[in-house]
DNA sequence: ACAAGTACTTACCCTAAAGTAGGTGCCTAT
DNA sequence: ATAGGCACCTACTTTAGGGTAAGTACTTGT
């Protein structure tokens, strides 16, 4: 067992920062707005760079590139580029990528399940107006 | 079918935002750093102020009561004092906050894959090191 | 008498994230 | 000839998120 010498310290604290608190591991990389919006579209299927600025009209293209590009060092997105032009670059997710499609799904499950109870909430609240 | 009148198309265009996107709904409520950490906490159990102070050291008081606060404006978080001396007061879910667990479940059970996947690629690299 | 703990609040500051608005190079369609 | 689509890049400015440090009111412990 000496794999792992003198950065056997930094892999501890970070087993303990986990142990602490898992979530904050997974803030420092998909934390911020723009991240989980970008792979709930990614999840849905590989997604040209237009495509994912048609598919997100709120975000600007700094935005979208800037988080593209970190969630690439990230190893959460591949980018790959077809040297044709004009350019054809597609964006998908990495298998690291694909391990928070549950998160990105439950997101979208408890959105819907919120929404729909808003919904009953208003009918409800019409219904004994009279 | 009455229900819902002049307020039907800001219901509307609440579905379709949701259709295009139910992630940016999520993001609305529980984007930022913090907010996620702070649900991880309460989603082990209910939690004094100080209590959720001492579990994440790194955040600051401020940062602390002003999420909590805004967490409770959008009914995800329960805030109940007891009208004692030294104050008495208790964190926990609300059923909407509840409904996140899942989301902070999937969180957590990433982190520690990644976590294990990086540990088992320093071994294997060092392994065939030499 | 003084420190420490409870749960906050307030004022000030700073920085990093995000928005604005341009440009690049190359091609196609009108 | 000019506009538009592709996938970006860059400089500048604004804003909001977050940090620092202090104070509040009341009580218990030493």
Redo the contacts between chains.
């Keep these: 067992m000496?794999?792992?010498k003198e950065?056997s310290t930094i892999?501890q604290n970070?087993?303990f920062a986990?142990e602490?608190?898992?979530?904050?591991?997974?803030?420092e990389k998909i934390?911020?707005?723009w991240k989980?919006?970008i792979?709930?579209?990614l999840s849905q299927g590989d997604k040209r760079y237009s495509e994912l600025r048609r598919?997100?009209p709120?975000i600007t293209e700094k935005m979208l590139i800037q988080h593209l590009k970190q969630l690439e060092v990230d190893d959460l997105v591949l980018r790959e580029s077809k040297p044709v032009v004009p350019p054809f670059v597609t964006y998908r997710l990495t298998s690291?990528g694909r391990?928070?499609i549950?998160?990105?799904?439950?997101?979208?499950?408890?959105?819907?399940?919120?929404?729909r109870?808003?919904?009953a909430d208003?009918?409800h609240a019409?219904?004994s107006e009279g």
């Design positions: 000496t794999a792992i950065s892999q970070k087993q986990l602490q608190c898992p979530v904050t591991y997974v803030m934390g911020g707005y989980p919006i792979l709930y579209h598919a997100i709120a690291s391990g928070l549950p998160v990105i799904q439950a997101m979208a499950d408890w959105a819907f399940r919120e929404v109870g808003e919904f208003r009918i019409s219904a």
